[in-house]
C-alpha cells in the first residue's frame, strides 16, 4: 500500500520570506511524487512531479521540491511567498510498475498555505 | 471553455435515492479518474478509464458504485442506494496519455444525502 503524510495542516509565512510545505510518502519500490495546488473555488491544478533524475525538480510558478530518498520526503519549495500562493497544497505519489493499477494517485490530506502581506 | 467540466455542481439526494454525476473531459484526453474527495481530506482514487476501457475500479467503495465511458469521451458515475456516507465532492480528472500522471481536474461535484 501506497500512502503520503502531510504533518502541517496549515503554513503561515509572510510574502516575501521563503516557504516549505512538507510531504512524506511511503511506496514500495521507486516512486513517483507530485504536487498539486488548489487554488479557491478552482480545480485542483498539477504543480510538479519527481519522475528520475535530478533530486531537485522546478515547477509553475516558480515552486521547486527536493526528492530525498533516505528520508522518504518530498518537501515544496519557494524562496519568495507571494500572497497569490495562498491555496491548498496536496502532495501525491505512485509507485514505478506496470500494471492496470499503476496510474492511481494517493494523494495527502492537503496542507492549507497562508501568505500574509 | 477547455477545461474539464462536471455537473450538477451540486446535488442533493434522499438516502436510498440513485445519482448520475456527469464528466466531460477536455478534448483528446484518453485518461480520464475519478475521485472521492471527503471533507478535509485529500482525493481518494475511485476509478481510471483509459478511452473506453475500465481499466482499474478497485478504488469503488461498494457495489453500488458504477462508472462508465461508453465512447471514450463523457464519463458518467452513477451511486445506487445512496447512503449519507456518500456525501462528498466527487473529483473528474483527465491527462493525455503520454502524461498521465498530469492531470487535470474538474471542479467537481457536491453530493450531499439526506
Known amino acids: 500500500a501506497q500512502s503520503v503524510a502531510q504533518p502541517e495542516d496549515q503554513v503561515n509565512v509572510a510574502e516575501g520570506n521563503p516557504l516549505t510545505v512538507k510531504c512524506t510518502y511511503s511506496?514500495?519500490?521507486?516512486?513517483?511524487l507530485f504536487w498539486y495546488v488548489q487554488y479557491p473555488n478552482r480545480g485542483l491544478q498539477f504543480l510538479l512531479k519527481?519522475?528520475?533524475?535530478?533530486?531537485l525538480v522546478k515547477g509553475s510558478y516558480g515552486f521547486e521540491a527536493e526528492f530525498n530518498k533516505s528520508q522518504t520526503s518530498f518537501h515544496l519549495k519557494k524562496p519568495s511567498a507571494l500572497v497569490s500562493d495562498s491555496a491548498l497544497y496536496f502532495c501525491?505519489?505512485?509507485?514505478?510498475?506496470?500494471?492496470?493499477?499503476?496510474?492511481?494517485?494517493?494523494f495527502g490530506k492537503g496542507t492549507k498555505l497562508s501568505v500574509i502581506p | 471553455g477547455a477545461g474539464v467540466s462536471q455537473s450538477p455542481r451540486y446535488k442533493v439526494a434522499k438516502r436510498g435515492q440513485d445519482v448520475a454525476l456527469r464528466c466531460d473531459p477536455i478534448?483528446?484526453?484518453?485518461?480520464l479518474f475519478w475521485y472521492q474527495q471527503a471533507l478535509g481530506q485529500g482525493p481518494e482514487f475511485l476509478t481510471y478509464?483509459?478511452?473506453?476501457?475500465?481499466?482499474?475500479k478497485s478504488g469503488l467503495p461498494s457495489d453500488r458504485f458504477f462508472a462508465e465511458r461508453p465512447e471514450g469521451s463523457v464519463s458518467t458515475l452513477k451511486i445506487q442506494r445512496t447512503q449519507q456516507e456518500d456525501s462528498a465532492v466527487y473529483l473528474c480528472?483527465?491527462?493525455?496519455?503520454?502524461?498521465?500522471?498530469?492531470?487535470?481536474f474538474g471542479p467537481g461535484t457536491r453530493l450531499t444525502v439526506l
Open positions: 511506496v514500495s519500490g521507486n516512486p513517483y
Open positions: 478534448s483528446g484526453h484518453v485518461s
Open positions: 480528472a483527465s491527462s493525455l496519455a503520454t502524461r498521465v500522471d498530469e492531470q487535470f
Open positions: 501525491a505519489v505512485r509507485a514505478l510498475y506496470s500494471g492496470a493499477g499503476s496510474y492511481q494517485l494517493t
Open positions: 478509464f483509459q478511452n473506453e476501457a475500465q481499466l482499474d
Open positions: 519527481y519522475i528520475t533524475g535530478d533530486n
